[in-house]
């Protein structure tokens, strides 16, 4: 479905291009270490002429956002910057509202873009507005952390948080250009680099047992910034994009993404989302841990499994117990019910992603809830 | 693309089907006087044991809403009512996230559904809300005005209003399901009525001399509520059916659906929305004889072409000269720059949709905005 190629990009640079393959709305992913310097370049083989409309949170915008800009007026790009607050409180009504408004204020017309130049936050913010602008906009990701680059921009999911819940709110809206340039995440904090690598992991672990092996070989060139780290991304997206071209409206095995989320997920939901405590990254990486435990705890797997993959995750630094959270936790009851609430959406059935070994994960449907609670109450005490 | 059919609906009575065409995301409009009372059964045929969330104005709710319920507890379908003021400034942001949240609160799963029992305020703000809640529940339209059950509830287009413009916030999202019951518009006010009347000339006028024909001898059984009124509305739908399934995405054909609309947009423009002064309907059909005056002063078509509209419209109720709006206008001018601005997406062409004579519209691209200057010039004057 989706091919990694290594190709000459227009502007000179050798870029890796992953396309993501969904007939007439399939699009390119390219990837490389300075791209944002021919990105005017790159967006107007794409849109030629464009007016485009670009949103940065504020710390990107005063890190990144004079270079983008320049290589868009290099290309001849007219283009207006909207800045929007850092975090994920960001991803909310007010600041969609808001946006749409500055979008509309910019005066774009058919054939102009939206452009997000930012993490996961401003990706799905902006691309949820993208999609209800004029009730569509051309919409280009420029993805600045890593988590954004292997995860949040491809797939075509957007949105913002509700009361009731995260990314409640939204559309499937997919961009016409991923721009991701690897040497822009050097000035991503450690914790959010790491973080987002857990994701890189998650694709070894659900499907690729080769690309999990390179990982342990290669993880520090990963996060130092040599070629290594721009394949790791390019192996990401070109896993992520194979799952969304095979099922772009998430039935079925899309769900396999969800490798360690549901135990990461509420672990998240228990910490209240204090980042302090806890970003999503080190939720998912404690989370396919326990995905792996549990999964040795059923029979489908053996110890070596897990040691392998607790390894690897303790090498790069992130936590690999519940006990690792600071602070204290709920009890095992509460978790149940937090996970019990996440999976309401298929009418009380648990479903878990459950592994048989690296590079195995499936999906079970009508995993017994008794099962779990004992399992977790015992991770809880450990 | 879309045909029309006599069938026999789930429960006993006749009603008129027409199919909107476009695939796996295909539909019915069931089209009957007294639907309401068999909705029930109609919506588990489609949604078996689905959960609703049902979404009315204050004043259909007073009206409608319980006969509705009813019916729905009868075919055994769990709902909730929610409840939006009347008004066309209920399609904002505010509303918008409001009704999001509702929605959640519903607890709504896959499988269930959200419906607009209303006019086009309820179904276009509710459309949107069910795009967006987990990225698109299932939607089903109940429109209760005549502008929404021949206009609005069919093409899939939903949306909000922004301070920049009218609909300019919104998704494309198709209903499962409209049911038309043409008994409730019974309760209409009558300038609503008249209003929406606009429309369905509007579907003769642009492609379909026949039924123009026909509603020039018919139109009084259509306000009166005989069986001509649910054929109106369902020529009505099937022209409209027919169009969008040509172009679901509004890039050619679509465009005649705006027959009118420039000149009539402007005019709703120039009273700045004020209802009491202008009604959409009433704007549509003074756009629609500018539209005619126009060609025919082009030498496109007769002056028996003109006469023919104009007779029609007055003989329904609905003005028929710009000075038929009480008060002042802006100059011609001011027109000129509200219709240049609206055409904003463009690029600065002046498109109109123009005509041969009855049932025989086109899209001009590229009308000389000087022509149109003096033509309104003298229109304004009149
Ligand atoms: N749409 C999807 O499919 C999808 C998938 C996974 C996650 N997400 C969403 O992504 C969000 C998390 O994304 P995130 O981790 O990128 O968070 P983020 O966008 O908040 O970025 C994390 C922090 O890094 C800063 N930052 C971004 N780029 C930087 C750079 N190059 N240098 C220095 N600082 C930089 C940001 O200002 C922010 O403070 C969540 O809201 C999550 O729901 C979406
Ligand atoms: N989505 C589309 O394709 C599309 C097309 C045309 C118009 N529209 C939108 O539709 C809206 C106008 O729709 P509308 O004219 O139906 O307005 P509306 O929904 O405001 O209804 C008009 C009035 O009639 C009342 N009402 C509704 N049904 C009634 C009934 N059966 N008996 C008594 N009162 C009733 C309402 O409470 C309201 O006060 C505008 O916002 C316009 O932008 C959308
Ligand atoms: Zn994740
Ligand atoms: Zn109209």
Same mark, same amino acid.
């Given at each position: 479905m989706a091919e990694t190629a290594v190709a000459e990009n227009g502007s000179g640079g050798d870029a890796n291009v992953v396309r993501v393959d969904l007939g007439t709305r399939g699009y390119d992913i390219r990837i490389g270490r300075?791209?944002? %310097?021919? %990105?005017g370049a790159e967006i107007a083989a794409v849109l030629p002429g464009a007016r485009l409309a670009v949103v940065a949170d504020e710390t990107v915008a005063r890190l990144h956002l004079k270079a983008f800009s320049q290589s868009l007026t290099a290309a001849g790009l007219d283009h207006r910057a909207i800045?929007?607050?850092a975090g994920e409180s960001t991803k909310c009504f007010r600041e969609f509202e808001r946006l749409c408004d500055e979008i509309l204020a910019a005066r774009l017309e058919r054939g102009d873009a939206v452009v997000a130049l930012g993490g996961g936050v401003v990706g799905d913010l902006t691309g949820f507005a993208a999609? %209800?602008? /004029? /009730?569509?906009?051309?919409f280009i990701q420029v993805p600045t952390t890593l988590l954004a680059q292997v995860d949040s921009s491809v797939g075509g999911k957007t949105g913002i948080n509700s009361r009731h819940g995260k990314n409640l709110i939204g559309a499937f809206h997919q961009p016409v250009l991923v721009l991701a340039d690897t040497a822009v995440l050097d000035t991503l904090a450690p914790r959010?680099? /790491?973080s987002g690598y857990a994701e890189v992991a998650k694709y070894g672990l659900l499907g690729d047992a080769e690309f999990f092996a390179w990982l342990e070989d290669n993880w520090q060139a990963v996060f130092a910034g040599g070629p290594e780290r721009d394949e790791a991304v390019a192996r990401s997206c070109q896993a992520k994009a194979e799952v969304v071209a095979a099922d772009e409206l998430e039935s079925g095995r899309r769900a396999l993404?969800?490798?360690g989320h549901t135990f990461?997920?509420?672990?998240?939901? %228990?910490?209240?989302y204090e980042t302090e405590r806890l970003v999503h990254g080190e939720g998912v990486a404690i989370g396919m841990m326990l995905a792996h435990e549990f999964s040795e705890r059923l029979g489908l797997t053996g110890e070596d499994t897990v040691l392998r993959v607790r390894r690897h995750l303790t090498d790069v630094g992130l936590p690999v117990r519940v006990r690792d959270i600071p602070g204290q936790l709920p009890p095992a009851e509460t978790f149940l019910d937090i996970i019990a609430q996440d999976k309401?959406?298929? /009418?009380?059935a648990l479903t878990f992603i459950l592994t048989r070994g690296i590079g195995e994960a499936f999906v079970e449907k009508g995993v017994d809830p008794a099962l779990v609670a004992d399992f977790l109450k015992e991770k809880l005490e450990a």
């Open positions: 300075g791209l944002l %310097a021919s %990105a800045t929007v607050p999609s %209800a602008v /004029r /009730r569509g906009m051309a959010d680099f /790491r993404l969800n490798l990461g997920h509420a672990l998240e939901a %228990a910490v209240s309401k959406v298929s /009418r009380g």
